[in-house]
């Protein structure tokens, strides 16, 4: 059975770090681009970012590249395990929202066109909160 499964969320306080999990089962995921979405109450599903299957090179979206270039979100992969990580330090109120993973195998740079991915998670929490 072919499923992306995310796991890692859950309620932590303002400036603390998560670190959230999404597992292929049924394919193998270093074949696939991987991209992490994510959902705020009331909001669109935007994107966090993304690693490539074609050179591992990771991509952030344009309202958080400079956290990632800060070292505040970490997108890796661990092919013996099948799974991408999103490594989350010094969150934020506005990160709480429901984060998904999805994969697909012809994504790259591309990696924002939700409509293209072959598989999503059923996503997890993420609350930051005081």
């Known amino acids: 059975q072919v499923q992306l499964v995310e796991s890692g969320g859950g309620l932590v306080q303002p400036g603390g770090s998560l670190r959230l999990s999404c597992t292929a089962s049924g394919f193998t995921l270093a074949s696939y681009t991987v991209g992490w979405f994510r959902q705020a109450p009331g909001k669109g599903r935007e994107g966090v970012g993304s690693?490539?299957?074609?050179?591992?090179?990771?991509?952030?979206?344009?309202?958080l590249r400079e956290d990632a270039v800060r070292g505040r979100l970490t997108i890796s992969r661990d092919s013996a395990k099948n799974a991408v990580y999103l490594q989350m330090n010094s969150l934020k109120p506005e990160d709480t929202g429901v984060y998904y993973c999805?994969?697909?195998?012809?994504?790259?740079?591309?990696?924002?066109?939700?409509?293209?991915?072959?598989?999503w998670g059923q996503g997890t929490q993420v609350t930051v909160s005081s």
């Open positions: 690693i490539s299957r074609w050179d591992e090179n990771t991509y952030y979206g344009d309202a």
């Open positions: 999805a994969a697909d195998r012809e994504l790259d740079w591309n990696w924002w066109n939700q409509d293209e991915y072959d598989y």
